[in-house]
C-alpha cells in the first residue's frame, strides 16, 4: 500500500502544485487544456524536473530539489500511460508487455513473458501477443500499452485519458479492468480525463487544476454535484455565477445582476461566492413573464443544439468571461420559442434550484 505527496513549482510552464493521494485512492486531474496536468504526470514520471519542491512514493522520496535528489524513471515504480501508446515499434506485443517486469523486477525471460501474457488476457489482448505494434489498431494499442503499464507492478499509477480509442464496450471493459486492479492492489493513482464517466466509475477524488494551480478539490460526489471553479462546472454540466454574497442573501455579480437561493451556510457577507444550479432548472422565454421566479437574466443566445430528448440553449459568455449559462428545455418549447443565435431572451430560475457555495 504506497501513497503519493508532490508539492512542486515548474517556473516556465506556471505549475505549482501541491498534493497528496492515500494509497489505494483514484485521484481525478480535471482541468482545461494548458492547464499544467501533463506536465505534472511528467514531474512525477521523472521525465520533466521541477525547478522546486519534491515527490515522494511511500516512504521513499523520488525528487527532492533542495536536496539535489531526481531518481531516474525507471527507478521510481511509477507506470505512466500516455494517450499515445508509445509501444516499442521492434518489439513484438508481447515482448513490449514483458519488458517492465524484466528490466524492472529482473525476472527471467520465461516469468516474465508469463507474466505479460496474464496482463493480456486481463485487458482481452491475449490474441495480440505475437503481432507488432504497427499491425494494432488504436484500441488495441491503447490496450496492450495499458497491460503494459500494469505488468511493472507500478507503486503509481499515472493515467493519462486511459480510454482514448477504445470503442463503447472496451472502454466499460477497461474500467471495471481499472477498478479491480486499483482497489486490490492498493495503489496510488492520478487519473487525467476529460470524461464524467471516467470520475464517476473510477475516482475517489477530484482536483481541478486551472493555469498551473488546484483551484478545487474534494470528494467526487461533491465536486460534481456542487462544483466550485469554471471548468468544474462545466465538466459536471452546470452552470456556474461568480460575486459576492449581499447583506440580502443573494449573490451579486460584478456587473450588478441578483441571484436568489434557498438558505445559504458558510459563506459570510462580502466574501467571494458561486452560485450552481442545473441546465434542467432553466426556463426560457422571450420577455419576461409577469409573476416569474425570482431570478431573471436577459442573454443572448450563442447555440441551440439538440442533447437526446432535450435542446440546449447556450448563452454568450458572462461579462467575467465565465462559459455561458445553459438551458435544457424540451423540444416543444424549442418550437414555440424558434430560437436563433444573436437574440436576446430571458433566462429564469427558481431561488430553490441555485446552491451558493465559497469561491474557491
Given at each position: 500500500m504506497?501513497?503519493?505527496?508532490?508539492?512542486?513549482?515548474?517556473a516556465d510552464?506556471g505549475v505549482?502544485?501541491?498534493?497528496e493521494v492515500a494509497?489505494?485512492?483514484?485521484l481525478?486531474?480535471?482541468?482545461?487544456n494548458?492547464?499544467?496536468?501533463?506536465t505534472?504526470?511528467?514531474?512525477?514520471?521523472?521525465?520533466v524536473?521541477p525547478?522546486?519542491g519534491e515527490?515522494?512514493?511511500?516512504?521513499?522520496?523520488v525528487?527532492?530539489?533542495a536536496?539535489?535528489?531526481?531518481?531516474?524513471?525507471?527507478?521510481r515504480?511509477?507506470?505512466?500511460?500516455?494517450?499515445?501508446?508509445?509501444?516499442?515499434?521492434?518489439?513484438s506485443v508481447?515482448d513490449?508487455v514483458a519488458?517492465?517486469?524484466?528490466s524492472g523486477?529482473?525476472?527471467?525471460r520465461k516469468?516474465?513473458?508469463?507474466?505479460?501474457?496474464?496482463?493480456?488476457a486481463?485487458?482481452g489482448a491475449?490474441?495480440l501477443?505475437?503481432?507488432?505494434?504497427?499491425?494494432?489498431?488504436g484500441g488495441?494499442?491503447?490496450?496492450?500499452a495499458?497491460?503494459?503499464a500494469l505488468?511493472a507492478d507500478p507503486?503509481v499509477?499515472?493515467?493519462d485519458?486511459?480510454?482514448?480509442?477504445?470503442?463503447?464496450s472496451m472502454?466499460?471493459?477497461?474500467r471495471?479492468?481499472?477498478s479491480?486492479v486499483?482497489?486490490?492492489d492498493?495503489?496510488a493513482a492520478?487519473?487525467?480525463?476529460?470524461?464524467v464517466l471516467?470520475?464517476?466509475?473510477?475516482?475517489?477524488r477530484?482536483?481541478?487544476?486551472?493555469?498551473?494551480r488546484?483551484v478545487?478539490?474534494?470528494?467526487?460526489?461533491?465536486?460534481l454535484?456542487?462544483?466550485?471553479s469554471?471548468f468544474?462546472a462545466?465538466?459536471?454540466?452546470v452552470?456556474?455565477?461568480?460575486?459576492?454574497?449581499?447583506?440580502?442573501?443573494?449573490?451579486?455579480?460584478?456587473?450588478?445582476v441578483?441571484w436568489h437561493?434557498g438558505p445559504v451556510?458558510?459563506?459570510?457577507v462580502?466574501d467571494?461566492?458561486?452560485?450552481?444550479?442545473?441546465?434542467?432548472?432553466?426556463a426560457?422565454?422571450r420577455?419576461?413573464?409577469?409573476?416569474?421566479p425570482?431570478n431573471?437574466v436577459?442573454v443572448?443566445?450563442?447555440?441551440?443544439?439538440?442533447?437526446g430528448?432535450?435542446?440546449?440553449?447556450?448563452?454568450?459568455p458572462?461579462?467575467?468571461g465565465?462559459?455561458?449559462?445553459?438551458?435544457?428545455i424540451?423540444?416543444?418549447?424549442?418550437?414555440d420559442?424558434?430560437l436563433?443565435p444573436?437574440?436576446?431572451?430571458?433566462?429564469?430560475?427558481?431561488a430553490?434550484?441555485l446552491?451558493?457555495?465559497p469561491?474557491?
Amino acid at each position: 500500500m504506497t501513497g503519493l505527496r508532490i508539492g512542486v513549482e515548474v517556473a516556465d510552464r506556471g505549475v505549482q502544485v501541491e498534493l497528496e493521494v492515500a494509497a489505494g485512492e483514484v485521484l481525478a486531474l480535471l482541468g482545461p487544456n494548458g492547464a499544467g496536468k501533463s506536465t505534472l504526470l511528467h514531474v512525477l514520471a521523472g521525465t520533466v524536473r521541477p525547478d522546486r519542491g519534491e515527490v515522494r512514493v511511500g516512504d521513499r522520496t523520488v525528487t527532492d530539489c533542495a536536496a539535489g535528489v531526481h531518481m531516474l524513471t525507471h527507478e521510481r515504480r511509477v507506470g505512466l500511460l500516455m494517450q499515445d501508446p508509445l509501444l516499442f515499434p521492434h518489439l513484438s506485443v508481447l515482448d513490449n508487455v514483458a519488458f517492465g517486469p524484466r528490466s524492472g523486477k529482473r525476472l527471467s525471460r520465461k516469468d516474465s513473458r508469463d507474466m505479460a501474457r496474464r496482463w493480456l488476457a486481463e485487458v482481452g489482448a491475449t490474441e495480440l501477443g505475437g503481432r507488432m505494434p504497427a499491425a494494432l489498431s488504436g484500441g488495441q494499442a491503447q490496450r496492450v500499452a495499458l497491460a503494459r503499464a500494469l505488468a511493472a507492478d507500478p507503486d503509481v499509477l499515472l493515467l493519462d485519458e486511459p480510454m482514448t480509442g477504445l470503442d463503447v464496450s472496451m472502454a466499460t471493459a477497461m474500467r471495471a479492468l481499472l477498478s479491480r486492479v486499483l482497489t486490490r492492489d492498493g495503489r496510488a493513482a492520478i487519473l487525467v480525463t476529460h470524461d464524467v464517466l471516467d470520475v464517476v466509475t473510477l475516482a475517489d477524488r477530484v482536483a481541478v487544476l486551472e493555469s498551473g494551480r488546484v483551484v478545487e478539490s474534494g470528494p467526487a460526489v461533491e465536486i460534481l454535484a456542487a462544483p466550485r471553479s469554471r471548468f468544474g462546472a462545466r465538466f459536471a454540466g452546470v452552470n456556474l455565477v461568480s460575486g459576492r454574497l449581499g447583506d440580502d442573501g443573494a449573490l451579486h455579480t460584478d456587473w450588478g445582476v441578483r441571484w436568489h437561493a434557498g438558505p445559504v451556510s458558510g459563506v459570510a457577507v462580502g466574501d467571494r461566492a458561486v452560485a450552481v444550479f442545473a441546465p434542467a432548472a432553466v426556463a426560457v422565454y422571450r420577455q419576461a413573464p409577469h409573476g416569474s421566479p425570482r431570478n431573471a437574466v436577459e442573454v443572448t443566445v450563442a447555440e441551440v443544439d439538440s442533447r437526446g430528448p432535450a435542446i440546449r440553449v447556450r448563452a454568450e459568455p458572462q461579462p467575467d468571461g465565465a462559459p455561458g449559462l445553459a438551458a435544457d428545455i424540451t423540444a416543444a418549447a424549442a418550437a414555440d420559442l424558434r430560437l436563433a443565435p444573436g437574440e436576446r431572451v430571458v433566462f429564469t430560475v427558481k431561488a430553490q434550484e441555485l446552491t451558493i457555495s465559497p469561491a474557491p
